[in-house]
């Protein structure tokens, strides 16, 4: 049995987030991006990106960008990476080849790794073979017994090889991890996994252990699937005669059925959240709670308060469900939050969208001080309160119904001149006023309000009446309520 207790692989820590450039940034990622930042942060470390590009099949245009885009959005600055640079660049592999050949061929000329020969053909037929008979699918080492003369002969001829792993038989190998405690697996229920593929790319079993240990990385930190893939890593450190770092694999994602988290269930693409309109304080916060908690019920965390809580050791075992309206809840409260410069900034490109101009940022703040507590989103103060920008050209009719009565016309009439006399437009002047014109016209306040309300606005609900005058001022009022007299 083979004993692999981590050592310490340098003395600050670095830690890396190394995504395939296979589309956006999801969740998942995401996470473990934060977890890598928020350890490297807290230890005073290095925090890097490296992009994991070797399957050439599977790479789409524009990814890269979207990738870094996403990152930055969330606040997630690498210290080292494929455009800022750093010591132990590059940082993408397919610029890394040399490194993974020099890796494989140590391997092949220490018995550890073996050339294969074995067409996709053989391979598959031999798969249904075993499946057939109730075996485990793995590779039947055909071509482990071949001898030096009969593989160099089939590579001078050309004949297409890729390169394996020689697990070793009848052992158990042990890895020790944070999040998971002593995890033991036995070597009979791993394959011979292919190292380097016939095209001269490294698979992504070769190339993280070789980057990792290049690069100095101390601590890995990636999702709970790559834990039955450890093993093989931790084979290839000591065949390499490398110090192992340090794993962590985070619990899985799950949606509110407990399978794993998948586009069916919810937008997994961080793009998808930021066009939704959620903040990156908000989706932070939230993905944080994905495996991780603070010990006690604290919810609200900015990303500096996380570095100082994050700990690794705190991060569960079991799968974490990702529920959805949690996440409006957290993008609610950072609404009510962030300063109001912050969400003015936020909401002047959706005004530009409609081309709505001409209210400067004062009027747009006390605006959103009007919706801070109604809405989740910036978006919807345009969706909901288009009418603090533009005068109402039609009625919402169920309110038209319940609340404009025929005498409201000739109510709202009467008390235009009061609102034009006002000393003061502001919330405590027109309650008064509105209070002192229901009495002396023998009626309730709310037969005033309402009628007001929707002449004000068009609907029939919203931000508080006083308030939203306040706000529009004295002479759009007075316009929106003549209007509304004539209309309706």
Same mark, same amino acid.
């Not at 494989?104 to 092949?108: E, I, N, T």
């Not at 994905?290 to 010990?295: A, E």
């Not at 004000?456 to 001022?473: F, K």
């Given at each position: 049995m083979a004993n692999t207790s981590p050592n310490p692989v340098a003395s600050a820590i670095r830690v890396r987030f190394a995504p395939s450039p296979t589309g956006p940034l999801h969740v998942g990622g995401l996470r473990t991006a934060l977890y890598d930042f928020l350890l490297a942060r807290r230890r005073g470390g290095t925090f890097i990106l490296r992009i994991e590009? &070797?399957?050439r099949s599977r790479y789409v245009p524009g990814s890269i960008e979207t990738l870094i885009e996403s990152l930055r959005w969330a606040g997630l600055q690498y210290e080292e990476g494929p455009d800022v640079g750093g010591p132990y660049g590059p940082y993408f592999q397919s610029e890394r080849l040399p490194l993974y050949r020099a890796a494989?061929?140590? #391997? $092949?000329a220490s018995g550890h790794a073996y050339p294969c020969f074995c067409t996709a053909e053989r391979l598959t037929a031999m798969r249904e073979e075993q499946t057939r008979k109730g075996l485990t699918a793995r590779y039947d080492r055909a071509c482990l017994a071949l001898s030096k003369v009969e593989i160099s002969t089939r590579i001078a001829s050309g004949a297409p090889s890729v390169i394996r792993l020689r697990i070793p038989d009848n052992e158990t190998i042990r890895i020790s991890d944070i999040v998971r405690g002593e995890v033991e697996i036995a070597s009979e229920i791993l394959d011979d996994q292919v190292l380097v593929k016939s095209d001269g790319f490294p698979t992504y079993h070769l190339a993280v252990v070789v980057d990792d240990h290049e690069m100095g990385i101390t601590h890995v930190v990636r999702g709970e699937e790559w834990l039955s893939s450890t093993p093989k890593h931790v084979l290839l450190y000591r065949y390499l005669g490398w110090a192992l770092p340090y794993f962590a694999h985070l619990p899985l994602i799950l949606g509110a059925d407990r399978s794993k988290l998948s586009k069916r269930q919810a937008d997994v693409a961080v793009t998808d959240y930021r066009n939704q309109g959620y903040f990156p304080e908000a989706l932070i916060n939230f993905v944080a709670?994905?495996?991780?908690?603070? /010990?006690?019920?604290r919810e609200i965390f900015s990303l500096e308060e996380l570095t100082r809580e994050f700990s690794l050791e705190r991060v569960n075992k079991s799968g974490a469900i990702f529920n959805l309206e949690k996440l409006r809840w957290f993008n609610q409260q950072y609404m009510q939050r962030l300063p109001a410069e912050r969400l003015v900034g936020e909401l002047k490109p959706l005004l530009e969208e409609r081309r709505i101009r001409g209210f400067d940022d004062a009027y747009l703040a006390r605006v959103i001080d009007?919706?801070?507590?109604r809405a989740t989103f910036v978006r919807e103060i345009v969706e909901r309160g288009g009418w603090f920008f533009t005068d109402p050209v039609e009625y919402e009719e169920a309110s038209v119904k319940k609340r404009? &009565?025929? &005498?409201? /016309?000739?109510l709202l009439a009467r008390l235009v001149p009061r609102l034009e006399s006002l000393p003061a437009f502001d919330e405590a002047s #027109?309650?008064?006023a509105i209070a002192a014109f229901a009495d002396a016209e023998g009626i309730a306040k709310s037969d005033v309000i309402h009628p007001l309300r929707l002449?004000?606005? *068009? $609907? *029939?609900?919203?931000? *508080?009446?006083?308030?939203?005058?306040?706000? #529009? *001022?004295?002479e759009t009022c007075v316009r929106r309520i003549r209007r509304a007299i004539e209309a309706l």
């Open positions: 590009d &070797t399957d494989a061929d140590q #391997l $092949v709670f994905l495996g991780w908690n603070p /010990g006690d019920d009007q919706w801070r507590e404009w &009565t025929p &005498t409201s /016309g000739a #027109l309650d008064a002449a004000c606005t *068009g $609907v *029939g609900g919203g931000p *508080g009446l006083y308030e939203l005058m306040s706000v #529009l *001022g004295r």
